[in-house]
């Protein structure tokens, strides 16, 4: 069984900044390790439904969702087998549990459809203050 735990959620006040991590525990996908799994992030806002933020391969290709590129960056550290998102110049709407995702099949692209991830983790709240 794999286990995703994000942390690093908080309240912050709008311009602030917040890093999520997310480390991946338990056995390991197939018969591959992290490295050439693709993780990403995503979020749900109250009442919303769960959108697509961001999303890293194990070639190192990544996607962003419109609405954070240029302000969120994700990145991995595959010896620690932990996935980070850091976020920059937060926004209200940035406010949301944020969700962290891992493909189970290996070298596959950064996908933004939450129905190619196969594990999540129970998410971190991030609060921006206005």
Known sequence: Q???VESGGGLVQAGGSLRLSCVVSGRTFSSYTFGPNTMAWFRQAPGKEREFVAALSGS???NYAASVKGRFTISRDDDKHTLYLQ????KYEDTAIYYCAADAMPLRGPSNLSVRYDYWGQGTQVTVSS
Request: charged share 0%; hydrophobic share 50%; aromatic share 0%.
């Open 2 to 4: 794999v286990q995703l």
């Open 60 to 62: 190192l290709s990544t």
């Open 87 to 90: 976020m920059n110049n937060l």
